[in-house]
């Protein structure tokens, strides 16, 4: 099963008096890819040492490489102590208390260590939706520069009593609150929770609930490391022998005569090959592979830095990411709708409704009485109620019975979460309409897991949206 471990992290200095890095408010952010360029630069305004200007590095007079700006910024915050690292490995318990988007106060809990890097296709580590492109090699060309992990990959252990022994608090580290949001982070260093804690994940699969693309990149720059150091192992050794076989060769020229010299060359060939394949790692410099084969500086690229959780229904808070249609006119739309809907009138919400308890009204209709819902940028709400037999043989899925009712159309669909949000979007011209959908079940979520399935891009909205800059893992160590 997975394997999970503790390491030695790197975490902002505390500024108790005043001297430290900064107040952890100021330092920490939410991650990379729901930051807009008006969100970063107004994180950078509020520290000089804030995390976006490493996660989200831009370049600088002396440097057009923004992915070596960040590297620079790195290394000079731990040199001037603005990051410290821990003394011995660690799990980190990060907890976060809330009201979610239907009115539920919610306290969940998860830990922060070390997740293994395994093959696709291999198990222990499990994707569970389908994932969008992404060309760009931003996160790769950030974590090659910076040898570091972080942003976390959010997991979900399939096994039982993690949440129970997250229970009791670790060594308090520090809190933020934002956005409603209370973000609390506590040490564990006691060797005894430890192994209790890497025994309960390890005990079965872990389902990756957000950051798919992260892990798939972490995959990537391990096999890279690992093909580095393989591809400089060999060509020192073919060069070694190479040296040796010529020295010799020659040595044998000056002191014998042809017939001599050819056969002595031979043996040397043969001989000085089976003993270079044997040596020829301890030889290979920089890239001398540790135990696990990876180079020295890298040792711990066999694993990435994520968030652990259990799978069950009181630690989870699902959001659903509605779609934004375009492509097709209303009425070609509603002719779509229609061939598996029954369309029956809703009520009509507004920028300052949609935001409140109007709009979770609309969600929790969704939710009771099985339905969808199309939204157009007036604020109109039409329910979709499915026909009976419409979607027989199909998962219980809204993406997927989308996926279904909209096939072969020239609809093109975009993603979007909140209700409030998605009628901002509408009114903001991004869309013709919008189909509000329901958070995937949590049996949907674990039934995908068990029979290694795939569900829909975009099907799920984990939330709240973990901070990145509690906790930095360098790639220096296993």
Known sequence: MATFAPFRALRFRPDADGSGSGDLADLVAPPYDVLSDADVAALRDRHPHNIVYVDVPAPSDDQPDRYAVAAHLLD???????????????????????????????????????????????????????????????????????????????????????????????????????????????????????????????????????????????????????????????????????????????????????????DTASDEVRDTARDEGGHSAERAGASVPTADGYAVGWAGVGSTLAFVGELVADQLSIDAIHRLVSGVDPAELTALLESDFDLLPGPTLTADSAARAPGAEVLSTLVEQGRLALLTPDGTVTWLAPREGAFDGIRALDGAWLEHTLAGSTVALDYQHGVAETLAALQA??????????????????????EGLLMPPKSTFFTPKLRTGFVVRPLDEA
């Open 429 to 450: 011209g991004r869309a013709a309409a919008a189909i509000l959908i329901r958070p995937t079940s949590l049996a949907e979520i674990e039934r995908t897991a068990r």
């Open 76 to 262: 000079a915050w731990v040199r001037d102590g603005v990051l410290v690292r821990d003394d011995q490995p660690a799990f980190t318990i990060y907890r976060m208390q809330f009201v979610d988007e239907v009115g539920r106060a919610r306290d969940l809990v998860g830990v922060l260590g070390a997740l293994e890097v395994v093959d696709e296709g291999a198990g222990r580590v499990l994707p569970h939706e389908r994932t969008t492109p992404k060309a760009s090699t931003d996160r790769l060309d950030l974590t090659r520069a910076t040898r570091a992990n972080l942003s976390p990959v959010w997991g979900l252990s399939l096994a039982g009593g993690l949440t129970a022994e997250l229970a009791a608090p670790g060594e308090p580290l520090g809190e933020v609150t934002v956005d409603g949001v209370r973000h609390v982070v506590e040490r564990v260093i006691d060797p005894e929770r430890i192994a209790r804690i890497s025994a309960i994940i390890g005990a079965d699969d872990v389902l990756i609930a957000d950051g798919h693309h992260r892990y798939g990149i972490a995959r990537r720059l391990r096999d890279e490391v690992r093909a580095g150091v393989r591809d400089e192992v060999r060509d020192t050794a073919r060069d070694e022998v190479r040296d040796e076989v010529r020295d010799t060769a020659r040595d044998e020229v000056r002191d014998e005569v042809r017939d001599e010299v050819r």
